[in-house]
């Protein structure tokens, strides 16, 4: 089965650090960009970052509400990609998905059609 | 940013209506516009990218159209589960952005 599964929320303190995980099985991971959003309890959906495939250069985007603090990086030999989010603030507080970006026979962007089921992310003192 | 304005926010409708839902980019998209589905607790789940090509296993009372800066999700005969939260999203240029979402409920 196609699958994205992501790892590594909890309760973390504001300034402090967390790393998830998002574990893929069931499609050729290589091939895909790989995008991570964030949902706020009661919140609509915010895009929060998105990494290349190698074939397309393997870089990084990311929104203006993360940047310099969230980082995206993909180990393609194990299927995973992660968000090393540092300096954590309360507003980080959110569901975290992971998702998986196929590109179409131009190379642009295609379909987001691969989630994760997400995981929790809560800042608090 | 490129804004995306949804409409109506809320909308109550029941078994068997035709559903409209409309997006409205704050600047020219092109097609490159997907809309979703999502269920409290549950992930978003694809319906429609590139403006009005249907997701593989999507039942297609759900259709897609326009181009540019407007869009529009049509469910033909809304079904007891299509009740939900739907959103758009444009993938044209960076930031990705979302309209603000459109909750259907049962009428």
């Known amino acids: 089965d196609v699958q994205l599964v992501e790892s590594g929320g909890g309760l973390e303190q504001p300034g402090r650090s967390l790393r998830l995980s998002c574990t893929a099985s069931?499609?050729?991971?290589?091939?895909?960009?790989m995008s991570w959003f964030r949902q706020a309890p009661g919140k609509g959906l915010e895009w929060v970052g998105l990494?290349?495939?190698?074939?397309?250069?393997?870089?990084?985007e990311y929104a203006a509400s993360v940047k310099g603090r969230f980082s995206i990086s993909r180990d393609d030999s194990k299927s995973i990609a992660y968000l090393q989010v540092n300096s954590l603030k309360a507003e980080d507080t959110a569901v975290y998905y992971c998702?998986?970006?196929?590109?179409?026979?131009?190379?642009?962007?295609?379909?987001?059609?691969?989630w994760g089921q997400g995981t929790m992310v809560t800042v608090s003192s | 940013d490129i804004q995306m304005t949804q409409s109506p926010s809320t909308l109550s409708a029941s078994v068997g209506d035709r559903v409209t839902i409309t997006c409205r980019a704050s600047?020219?998209?092109?097609?490159?516009l997907a809309w979703y589905q999502q269920k409290p607790g549950k992930a978003p789940n694809l319906l429609i990218y590139?403006?009005?090509s249907l997701e593989s296993g999507v039942p297609s009372r759900f259709s897609g159209s326009g181009s540019g800066t407007e869009f529009t999700l049509t469910i033909s005969s809304l079904q007891p589960d299509d009740f939900a939260t739907y959103y758009c999203?444009?993938?044209?240029?960076?930031?990705?952005?979302f309209g603000g979402g459109t909750k259907v409920e049962i009428k």
């Open positions: 990494i290349r495939s190698k074939a397309y250069g393997g870089t990084t």
């Open positions: 600047q020219g998209v092109s097609s490159w």
């Open positions: 590139k403006a009005s």
């Open positions: 069931g499609f050729s991971f290589g091939d895909y960009a």
């Open positions: 999203q444009h993938y044209k240029s960076y930031p990705l952005t």
């Open positions: 998702t998986g970006v196929r590109y179409d026979s131009r190379g642009y962007l295609d379909r987001f059609d691969i």
